[in-house]
């Protein structure tokens, strides 16, 4: 027989097909090297973005997470920083500590799910009675992502389900956060309010403060720490510039503020402080001097404090309380208070096990159909073809979701293992349909449309069970009917016609 | 006698062993549900909870670890189980307990395993008990409905009732039974369980389809020599699925994995009674009353 011959124009298409996959897969095992995942703060506004591949910090060459991190660990304030990436050369001195984490890099395209990659989930019910609309969820995902991506985590996604009854829920999946930092990032509704006595000088809305002082060590940062009765306090300060109007109001409202006594160093101030509430919860009172009693000021100098057991942790608890009040003041509120339901930390040492076990156990189940089939057909002629198809279909699937950009997750790789699994089974009916058709002499083409009607007949009920679970749970078993939708359809359109093909070919001689 | 005409005697009487299979199936998912308030018993993203995935130095018992959590907790409603084939020189355990905060769960361990656990070594999933009983009625919502579209699709396809009810019904068995084995094994369902009831359909039916395509419309041979013809073909889809899925099942180190499979896995072994003692006595019935084949 003739190679030639094997080559009709289904396999011709699967092989196109396979083609198409590894382009879109675009596996390239020989990178390496460390990836910005994510960036915050100073860092980023300095201009190290995601994606960018880190070379040198301060001359010293990276080449691992290790490294990386004790080298951006022994980075503090007021040192030289000398960033240089696949971006360029970023250098600057800090005035915080830079805030970058990287991960290895890529070495195709396909997309990790959350618990494959580590990280955090959260979703979301907006506490509210009444029904909210869908413009109003865009906008609240509006906000949520600018204020993460603000805090400084920028490798996240964010989408909306709903729920049978028809309520609104939002979820996020956030690569590389802590639950804590997240947990408290979106419980906060953002709703702040400066005041002085009971009357409100400005809000945290974009007709109040016209500019939030963050990233840049001239007008935002930690200004002095000190010991402490338990341990250690910092204080953080940034500038805010205000609206006329609200500066009006400061006028207003100081200029019948009696000054109070004259404190220890000289300095005297107002009677009543300016308080700041965030969310109803006063976060810092901050003292108003007397020279601004009256007076149209635009430029006030927000501060608060940061405590900790050691001078460092107050350090970190400062700047996090300082990064949290600005990202809050830039951003603005959410449009509801949102409540939590659901809120999933995943180990990122798991997923990646979860990874190299999946592909085991996947080989180990095409070994184990391979030495059933052959114990059935005792046919070589048959078990590699049945190997090459599922192997095939395996790499479509993927190739189809790196192209659709689908993240592969747990219940993703399981579906894929399913959709195989129904390939099998279609083949084990063709091989049979062509057997039978030989021991009988029957006409080849009658026989493998019996097969594929067969196919069809069950791909068409498969198919249509499977068309629920696309939005049931909030879409967290969506991956199993993507991957399984897309192997048994590649499977009926492509791999199968293409292994009858070849399987025909094979007997026929 | 041969097979055929022990088949061809009895296939009648063969059908009282699904029936009854079925009806025990019903009676204990029946007292089941009288006891545990529901056919399946869920697991804590199904009904609201806390699972804390943990890395420590030293080994404990789970034992251990389970009566100090019930004593501190004040529940019963506790699992606890070792994470296997993690790349770690730590022991890693999954906790799962419903009703309790995150940081309840966080400072009893900590308390009594003297061990400090933070980010890096704690992990924790947690879900309103409001969310999850959503969930879970949103995927039995969905299971219902991927039957309903089944049952149309069948019924579009061989636009005759009779075989097409024993599809549908075939597939009903499939699923009563497996709940029932779930049941009977111990096994607290997932989300991701219950995706793989909803496949454990698509495989039903498609050995029913087989076999009613084989019997009904390639009519070919007696009804014996399709049904076993039929069958030949349909046991061996059966066998080497079942094996992968064992396999899958004995070598995953995934949770979520092990149930998906060992639920498909229990799933195929139940559609071979289905399929074969039940489908294949109504075609035969069937074919002989209308077409008054043998």
Not at chain 2, 83 to 105: C, F, H, K, P, R
Request: proline share 2%.
């Amino acid at each position: 027989m003739k190679i030639k011959k094997l080559f009709s124009i289904r396999v011709i298409i699967l092989l196109f097909v396979l083609l198409l996959c590894l382009i879109a897969i675009n596996p390239n095992p020989y990178a390496s090297g460390l990836e910005v995942k994510n960036v915050g703060g100073e860092a980023a506004s300095q201009g190290i973005k995601h994606g960018d591949v880190v070379e040198s910090i301060n001359g010293e060459t990276i080449e691992s997470i290790e490294e990386f991190n004790s080298v951006i660990g022994s980075i503090g304030v007021n040192s030289t920083f000398i960033f240089r990436s696949s971006g360029g050369e970023v250098a600057y001195i800090t005035t915080q500590k830079p805030e970058i984490t990287v991960q290895i890099v890529r070495t195709n395209n396909i997309q990790k799910g959350l618990d494959l990659s580590g990280g955090t989930r959260v979703l979301l019910r907006p506490d509210v009675e009444r029904t909210v609309s869908d413009q109003e969820i865009t906008n609240l995902i509006d906000v949520l992502n600018n204020r993460l991506n603000t805090y400084g985590l920028s490798d996240l996604q964010i989408r909306s389900a709903k729920d049978r009854e028809g309520t609104k829920l939002v979820l996020i999946e956030i690569a590389g956060a802590s639950r804590q930092e997240v947990k408290e990032l979106i419980e906060q509704q953002g709703e702040f309010e400066a005041k002085i006595g009971n009357d409100t000088v400005f809000v945290g809305s974009e007709k109040d403060i016209t500019f939030v002082c963050k990233d840049d060590g001239t007008c935002s940062g930690i200004r002095n720490c000190d010991e402490s009765a338990n341990g250690a306090f910092c204080t953080f300060e940034f500038q805010i510039s205000l609206s006329g109007d609200a500066a009006k109001r400061h006028a207003e409202i100081t200029k019948d503020i009696p000054i109070g006594a004259e404190e220890d160093g000289g300095r005297v101030y107002l009677e009543l402080p300016l308080d700041l509430y965030l969310d109803g919860q006063l976060v810092s009172s901050l003292q108003i001097s007397e020279g601004l009693k009256g007076l149209e000021t635009t430029a006030i100098l927000i501060s608060g404090p940061g405590n900790g057991a050691t001078q460092e942790a107050a350090y970190d608890d400062a700047l996090k309380e300082m990064n949290r009040l600005q990202t809050v003041l830039i951003t603005g509120s959410l449009p509801f208070g949102l409540e939590i339901e659901k809120l999933d930390s995943i180990s990122p040492l798991l997923g990646g096990n979860f990874v190299k076990n999946a592909f085991f156990v996947g080989f180990l189940a095409l070994i184990t159909v391979s030495i059933i089939t052959f114990i059935r057909f005792r046919k070589l002629k048959i078990v590699l073809p049945m190997m090459f198809t599922m192997a095939s279909e395996v790499f479509i699937i993927l190739g189809v979701a790196a192209f659709i950009g689908w993240r592969l997750d747990l219940v993703s790789i399981a579906g894929i293992i399913a959709a195989v699994g129904t390939g099998v089974d279609d083949q084990i009916v063709i091989t049979d349909e062509v057997l039978r058709g030989q021991e009988r002499a029957y006409n080849w083409k009658q026989r493998i449309k019996r097969a594929f009607f067969i196919i069809f007949a069950a791909y068409a009920t498969t198919f249509v069970a499977l068309l629920p679970l696309w939005n049931a749970g909030a879409g967290l078993v969506r991956g199993f009917a993507i991957t399984t939708l897309i192997g048994i359809t590649v499977g009926v359109l492509i791999t199968r016609p293409a292994f009858a093909s070849i399987v025909e070919k094979l007997l026929s001689d | 006698m041969s097979l055929e005409e022990f088949y061809n005697k009895n296939y009648k009487k063969l059908l009282v062993i699904p029936i009854v299979v079925f009806v025990l199936s019903i009676v204990y998912l029946t007292i089941f549900s009288l006891n545990h308030g529901d056919i399946l018993e869920k697991d804590v993203s199904l009904k609201g909870g806390v699972s804390a995935t943990f890395y420590i130095d030293k080994e404990v018992g789970l034992e251990e670890i389970k009566s100090f959590l019930e004593k501190d907790l004040g529940s019963s409603d506790i699992f606890v189980r070792n994470l296997v084939g993690i790349e770690s020189a730590q022991n890693g355990y999954i906790v799962e307990a419903s009703g309790v905060e995150a940081d309840t769960i966080k400072s009893v361990l900590e308390r009594n395993l003297y061990v400090e656990l933070t980010e890096e070594n704690l992990f924790i999933e947690e879900t309103g008990s409001r969310l999850g009983e959503g969930f879970y009625r949103e995927m039995i919502f969905a299971l219902v409905i991927a039957f309903v579209l089944m049952g149309v699709v069948v019924l579009i396809i061989y636009r005759s009732l009779i075989p097409s009810m024993a599809i549908v019904f075939s597939a009903l068995f499939d699923i009563v039974v497996t709940v029932a084995l779930i049941d009977l094994f111990g096994i607290r369902i997932s989300a991701a369980g219950i995706a793989a009831l909803v496949l454990i359909m698509g495989y039903s039916v498609d050995t029913d389809i087989l076999l009613t395509t084989r019997v009904l419309k390639i009519r070919e041979g007696g009804i014996w020599d399709r049904i076993r013809g039929a069958a030949k073909t349909g046991l061996t889809m059966s066998v080497t699925t079942f094996g992968a899925m064992l396999v899958a099942f004995i070598f995953s180190t995934s949770l979520v994995f092990r149930q998906m499979f060992l639920i498909i896995a229990l799933g195929l072994v139940v559609d071979v009674i289905a399929t074969y003692l039940m489908n294949t006595g109504i075609l035969k019935m069937y074919m002989r009353r209308k077409y008054n084949e043998n």
